[in-house]
């Protein structure tokens, strides 16, 4: 074989390497890790070679799961339990964090809820609790994984950005959802959260980004999706025509948070399936 096939068989090798290990030695935390999007993303991470923290909030037995998966892979990884929308639980979570792994690199902000009523209907505690959990959630936890990325700084054996912080958002962050009011503000409110945190902490090598999944079947939308009708109705506003996997969105996210995409901070990357494309115009308007 040529000189040079062999030198670029070698290099590509060399990338594909890296590319599974492109978290390795760093530590994530991921919120409502233990099923869904999050279980895919920390378990993704793991194979990343990341170590995982999986944040649960009552269920130990499924988020134990995960981290036996994560530990079969080669990979040390902790369970965590935290109600993120109280702030002495975030804090004591991040504390037991540090009493395993030292520190943290990447903090994922999945943990987020539904509770859907009509305007007319919705509680006010329907209300509070979907903004607590994934809007008030997010800020606690995004506040702490900040303090500790700014007072340890960069260290560039393990990534070139001191800290890498992903909020988990939904193509409802844009796209207005009549019957979910709660949800829908809670996203829109996400966006202009992780904006302007990225905008304060970039100087401080701190990368904040959002992924906003369209359609992804996991139990939240379980009801929907299940039934032959109701995947018929998810698929008519999606124009690549399947419902999303977990995986897909976990993908995503190891590269997010890997130095591959290190010049990016402030964006929010739709993972959709091109439910933000107005699929209603698909044949006309
Ligand atoms: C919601 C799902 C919904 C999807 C697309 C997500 O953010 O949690 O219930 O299927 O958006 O509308």
């Not at 999986?54 to 339990?81: L, R």
């Not at 009509?118 to 959630?137: A, H, I, P, R, Y």
């Not at 992780?194 to 992804?216: D, F, Y």
């Not at 901070?265 to 107005?278: A, C, P, S």
Request: hydrophobic share 40%; proline share 3%; with cysteine.
């Amino acid at each position: 074989m040529p000189l040079y096939l062999m030198v670029q068989n070698q290099k590509i090798k060399e990338d594909m390497l890296s590319i599974g290990n492109s978290l390795k030695n760093q530590v994530a935390l991921v919120t409502g890790g233990s099923s869904g999007i999050g279980k895919a993303i920390a378990k993704a991470m793991g194979k990343s070679g990341a170590k995982v923290a999986i944040n649960y909030i009552s269920d130990k037995n499924e988020a134990d799961q995960v981290v036996q998966d994560i530990q079969g892979s080669g990979q040390s990884a902790i369970s965590v339990q935290a109600d993120v929308s109280q702030e002495d639980q975030v804090m004591e979570m991040f504390r037991n964090v540090y009493d395993k792994f030292g520190t943290i690199d990447i903090l994922v902000n999945n943990a987020g809820i539904q509770k859907d009523a009509k305007f007319l209907e919705m509680s006010f505690s329907d209300w509070q609790m979907v903004l607590n959990v994934n809007l008030t959630g997010s800020f606690l936890c995004a506040r702490e994984a900040a303090k500790e990325f700014c007072q340890r700084g960069l260290i560039p054996e393990r990534s070139k950005a001191a800290g890498k912080i992903i909020f988990i958002s939904s193509v409802h962050d844009t796209i207005p959802w009549a019957g979910h009011a709660n949800y829908a503000s809670s996203k829109g409110g996400i966006m202009m959260l992780m904006k302007s945190l990225a905008q304060e902490l970039a100087p401080h090598k701190i990368r904040v980004n959002s992924i906003s999944p369209g359609a992804v079947k996991t139990d939240i939308n379980r009801e929907v999706w299940e039934k032959p009708e109701g995947d018929a109705k998810m698929r008519a506003l999606i124009p690549y025509d399947r419902i999303g996997e977990p995986e897909d969105i976990a993908r995503v996210a190891v590269w997010l948070a890997s130095d591959e995409a290190d010049y990016i901070t402030g964006t929010t990357i739709y993972v959709d399936g091109g439910m933000m494309l107005y699929p209603g115009f698909q044949t006309g308007g």
